[in-house]
């Protein structure tokens, strides 16, 4: 069944990313810090992509020209970054390392996250950026599969267990935890076999809405015609966990209705039907061990640490993401409401992941397994986002 969606957020890579977007701390001196005061705010974003884009002067922000006085999309990368991570001189200190657990035989194992840029991560395409930008991520997530012996084929899981806190200084806390309920289950082939490849394809505009209900109904039928089935939906304007409460901004839906789908305010562009389409048997035949698994986790965003539930800006509840060891990509069509894509190229992203045999699903360790998904979204401050997400064990 198709899940309706929050609108600078959704599930657990969405709250995460936008979060961070919304500004960060950085030293003085930074790419795109334009009041020189060590703050690499929102609005000094918008401003780089303004210049950028030739609606504003270069001397409006100097900090985000180049050597030759140019604002280009590396320079707008560099500003990201500093907004995120803080300035090179200043790096982010890395998480410590989280014990092992204790594998239960039979039951599939945990896998501890290898963080970094080239291995756990999230991977942002945005569309006023040529290049993604990734987020190293930190901690650990649990894999059970159920396989008999001997068999061919089983299904398999996937939870939080433990993933590092996102503190943004001047932001807030991104509080990612474990369901509360389990995800259901998916294959995993043995021998290989199906294809379990993962692509989505989402519509920042499938048609007018004036209900969540009435935009997952346009949903379905607009994925149905792709041969797909509805993954996300939501209606402009209408809390993301009510059918038909209106919004303009985040905070008219807590404390139990979600997000407000759509910008923050939603302002104009009330009314319109975002759509995800999901394909779960995309790509070439499964190898040996190859396996689907929704990542289960409940997303709240705090505003200050520790990750306690006393000062929660915006809960998103339950959410399952779909995630593969085979290949995965995700493109955006008429992304920021007209007719552009996210990645701006026209070409979608792709991800590849990495099986190991039945044997260490059921029994670990996971070291080798490689995990990957996807997770479009809507109405960020710097527009739509499509990302993707990595896991490798270790």
């Known amino acids: 069944m198709a899940t309706r969606t929050g609108h600078t957020v959704t599930l657990l890579l969405g709250a995460t990313l936008i979060a961070a977007l919304a500004g960060g701390r950085a030293a003085a001196q930074c790419v795109g810090d334009c009041n020189g005061d060590g703050e690499v705010t929102i609005n000094n974003l918008i401003l780089g992509v303004n210049i950028a884009l030739g609606d504003q002067p270069v001397s409006a922000c100097p900090a985000f020209a180049d050597n030759e006085g140019q604002v280009t999309t590396a320079q707008l990368i560099l500003g990201v970054n500093n907004a995120l991570n803080g300035c090179p001189v200043e790096p982010t200190p890395t998480a410590s390392p989280s014990a092992t657990p204790t594998v239960t035989p039979g039951s599939g194992g945990n896998c501890t996250l290898i963080s970094g840029p080239t291995q756990s991560h999230l991977e942002l395409n945005v569309a006023v950026l040529a290049n993604p930008v990734t987020l190293p991520l930190a901690g650990s997530i649990d894999v059970a599969c159920d396989v008999a012996e001997g068999a061919s084929q089983g299904t398999c899981t996937c939870a939080v267990a433990t993933i590092d806190p996102v503190r943004i200084p001047g932001v807030g806390t991104i509080c990612i935890a474990k369901t509360a309920e389990p995800c259901p289950s998916r294959p995993v082939e043995c021998d290989g076999g199906d294809p379990l490849g993962v692509e989505l394809r989402s519509s920042g505009n499938v048609g007018s809405c004036d209900s969540n209900d009435a935009c997952l109904s346009e949903c379905e039928t607009a994925c149905a015609g792709s041969g797909a089935m509805a993954s996300l939906s939501g209606c402009t304007g209408f809390c993301s966990l009510a059918n038909d409460v209106q919004c303009s901004v985040d905070g ?8 407000c789908n759509g910008p923050d305010p939603v302002g104009a562009h009330a009314g319109i039907c975002q759509c995800s389409c999901i394909n779960p048997a ?29 000062d929660v800006a915006i809960d998103l509840g339950d959410s399952c993401v779909t995630q593969t060891t085979s290949t995965t990509s995700t493109l955006i069509t008429q992304a920021n409401f007209g007719t552009g894509t996210v990645p701006a190229s026209g070409t979608p992203a792709s991800n590849t992941g990495a099986a190991i045999q039945c044997s260490a699903l059921t029994g670990g360790p996971l070291g080798g397994l490689k995990l990957r998904g996807v997770v479009n979204f809507f109405g960020s401050a710097l527009g739509d986002i499509a990302s993707q997400f990595a896991a490798d064990c270790q």
């Open 252 to 259: 008219d839906c807590l404390p139990d209705n979600g997000a």
């Open 282 to 310: 995309a790509g070439p035949a499964a190898v040996a061990g190859d396996l689907q698994c929704p990542l289960g986790a409940h997303l709240t965003v705090e505003m200050n640490p520790p990750c306690d539930g006393s």
